[in-house]
């Protein structure tokens, strides 16, 4: 069973914090990770790709993967209100993604 | 670039018609696309991965006599909801994959099905 995982939230910080998202999966041969961000009603869209362990920055966003512990986690600097929405987290098994069940953000201005 | 594009973006229907939903990669060659469903506060469901010219392969559970899907092209990939119940009333969402390599996936804007 491939289970991906993270805290459901919501999760809510205030304007120019940072917000900090986790995500555990549970198959230790996965390669290939991926964070989509979703307002309410639109499709995902595509924030950060991370293959290797450690950090990978790309702007406000920062994505960290340590596969022993078999976890991912995507962190916002400087949150801002359009930042709101969910943020999910997709593993890639085989060439296909599973995606956590996603956890609410809400920036407060 | 990597622009996939899905149409229609709503559709209402009465019970027991046939639904198409059309998903094109606009400015890419996609070998693989895939079908989602999403039905309200709940996560992405992966129904089936299509590969251009070969059948495609569904998940557990998604009845492929009922969610037929053709992938004709390297740019287009449809999704045909046959007999539509009211419970098939959802989200549904394709995405496609570069023909690169990257494992990135790359989604349309989604169809919002109501079977009334």
């Known amino acids: 069973q491939k289970e991906v995982e993270q805290n459901s939230g919501p999760l809510s910080v205030p304007e120019g914090a940072i917000a900090s998202l986790n995500c555990t999966y549970s198959?230790?041969?996965?390669?290939?990770f991926f964070w989509y961000r979703q307002y309410s009603g639109k499709s995902p869209e595509l924030i950060m790709s991370?293959?290797?362990?450690g950090d990978k920055e790309d702007g406000r966003f920062t994505a960290q993967l340590n596969k022993a512990s078999q976890y991912v986690s995507l962190l916002i600097r400087d949150s801002q209100p359009s930042d709101s929405a969910t943020y999910l987290c997709?593993?890639?098994?085989?060439?296909?993604?599973?995606f956590g069940t996603g956890t609410s953000l809400t920036v407060i201005p | 670039g990597a622009v996939v594009s899905q149409h229609p973006s709503r559709v209402i229907c009465k019970s027991g018609t046939s639904v198409k939903i059309e998903c094109r990669s606009l400015?890419?060659?996609?070998?693989?696309m895939f079908w989602y469903r999403q039905f309200p506060k709940q996560s992405l469901m992966l129904m089936a991965t299509?590969?251009?010219?070969?059948?495609?392969?569904?998940e557990q559970g998604v009845e492929k006599d009922k969610f037929l899907i053709n992938h004709a092209s390297l740019t287009l990939s449809t999704l045909t909801v046959t007999s539509a119940h009211p419970e098939d009333s959802s989200f549904y969402i394709c995405?496609?994959?570069?023909?690169?390599?990257?494992?990135?996936?790359?989604f349309g804007p989604g169809t919002r099905l109501t079977v009334l």
């Open positions: 995405s496609a994959r570069t023909r690169t390599g990257s494992m990135e996936q790359f």
């Open positions: 198959d230790r041969v996965s390669q290939s």
């Open positions: 991370i293959y290797s362990n």
């Open positions: 997709a593993v890639n098994f085989g060439g296909q993604f599973y």
């Open positions: 400015d890419f060659q996609a070998t693989t």
């Open positions: 299509s590969n251009e010219g070969s059948k495609a392969t569904y």
